[in-house]
Each structure stands twice: as C-alpha cells, then as structure tokens.
C-alpha cells in the first residue's frame, strides 16, 4: 500500500472528499460506484465492477485475487492451466 499523504476529515454526514488527483488516477467520474471493503484496521475503497473482467457476465461470479470472474471463465483458465 503507497501513501499519497493526502488527509481528509470526516465531515458530520460521514463524508470524506476524494482527491481529484485519486480520482482522475483511478479514472473515477461523477456517479461511480464504489465498493467499501474492511480489512482489520482499514477500509478500503474499489471502484465497483459487478462483472467478471473478461467477459462482463454478471451471473456465477466467484473472487479470484480480489477480481471478479465468472465461472465458465474461471473453468477455461483451469483447461489452459
């Protein structure tokens, strides 16, 4: 994890403002969705992609190392592998 040494504060309604350095980086416009992970300590912020990164199905869809990925892709990576 890298440090941008950017600060925000939470305001009252619980709203933080993203950078918009972060948001053009991440190519985060107006209305995206953003997932919300916590991890022990920390919250972590993702732009949501509810289908599987090689095909866009939304259905069957299984974690791989954090990506989204749906199950007749998953099998065809296990016959090429």
Known sequence: MKSTGMVRKVDELGRIVLPIE???TLDIQQKDALE????EDRIILQKYHPACIFCNQVDNIVYFNG????ASCLAKMKEQF
């Open 22 to 24: 972060i948001r053009k």
């Open 36 to 39: 919300i992970f916590i991890d």
């Open 67 to 70: 990506k989204r990925v749906c």
